[in-house]
């Protein structure tokens, strides 16, 4: 993964890319580059289908761990007083003897209860619905296109939207920004319903491209595949492997540092050596999640769609 992601952002032209061309709506009759790459996103490719990631997988655990660690902070402390309230007044009624009204122990214990039970009250209220966006969910974001079908399955975080279908003949593709030398090459695509002139489905494709061109090419990968055949694409070198591995998680993160250093100049050569004790511990949150998180799958009748379809075919030649 690291290579291609070297190769695919790296490098400032792609091979074969028309740079001159603009990021908006690419029409999916039409070629987009002539060169298309797989830009580091495709979990698998075969005859009928191709399953690519999602965006934004490396802010995985940063906003769950950011929501959190207040309120986390806030009931440790109020237990801790509620343990010693508890031990010093039970050490007085049952060992002592000791008044536990004089000195106000009894109401500190009773006010340090009622605060420990609010804040646990409320950090189930608020606090956990936006902890599971990022742990105790699914993975990670899985479009798959299939070719006999002519669907877009896209499978999200129940928060997100969950298991959708869209037409891949109702797609519009773009990029996130229309002039080539700001865009990032995010792929973004859409569905609108034009009756009632409203959006049906917004979904980020793949990594960042890097740049206009290659955001183009990789919108061009997956439109021949649909269009003209799984054989008219190149296999990808190396495909992203669905894992919790530590070293999958440190790639996550640190996987754009070779560019910056090859290419981002001396003020990024002074920044990177700062960032990375932070992007290490992006990773170690990054894991965290991939850990308390599950693999997302997709229904059997997704995962069978397009079976009857190939039977029935065989079956009238």
């Not at 619905?129 to 002519?150: A, E, G, M, S």
């Not at 990808?236 to 250093?261: A, D, N």
């Not at 894991?287 to 075919?313: D, H, N, R, Y």
Request: net charge neutral; charged share 20%.
């Amino acid at each position: 993964m690291l290579v291609e992601e070297i190769i695919a952002i790296g490098l400032k032209e792609a091979p074969d890319v028309d740079t001159s061309l603009d990021t908006g709506a690419m029409p999916r009759e039409e070629r987009a580059a002539a060169r298309p790459i797989a830009n580091a996103s495709v979990f698998k490719k075969n005859d009928t289908y191709l399953e690519v990631c999602g965006q934004f997988e490396a802010q995985r655990g940063i906003f769950g761990f950011a929501v959190c660690v207040i309120p986390i902070w806030l009931i440790g402390n109020c237990f801790y007083f509620w343990l010693i309230s508890t031990i010093d007044v039970i050490h007085r009624v049952f060992v002592t003897g000791e008044s536990i009204h004089s000195d106000g122990s009894s109401f500190f214990l009773a006010v340090v209860s009622l605060t420990t039970c609010l804040l646990l009250w409320l950090f189930k209220l608020i606090v956990l619905p936006l902890l599971r966006k990022d742990y105790f969910t699914t993975r990670r974001t899985l479009i798959r296109f299939h070719r006999v079908t002519r669907k877009v399955y896209v499978h999200q975080p129940p928060h997100a939207g969950g298991i959708n279908t869209y037409d891949w003949d109702d797609v519009i593709a773009t990029l996130d920004d229309h002039e080539p030398e700001k865009s990032s090459g995010r792929l973004v695509m859409g569905w609108v319903d034009m009756e009632a002139a409203q959006a049906r489905g917004l979904i980020f494709v793949g990594r960042a491209a890097g740049n206009a061109a290659r955001g183009r090419a990789w919108w061009e990968y997956i439109r021949r595949y649909m269009e003209e055949g799984p054989d008219t694409v190149p296999t990808p070198r190396l495909r992203l492997w669905k894992g919790v591995w530590p070293h999958m998680s440190l790639l996550e993160i640190f996987y754009l540092y070779p560019e910056r250093l090859l290419h981002g100049g001396p003020l990024w050569w002074i920044l990177l050596p700062c960032l990375a004790p932070i992007d290490l511990a992006r990773a170690a949150l990054h894991w965290l999640a991939m850990l308390l998180c599950v693999e997302p799958k997709f229904p059997p009748e997704i995962e069978q769609a397009g079976q009857t379809v190939s039977v029935g075919v065989e079956g009238r030649q």
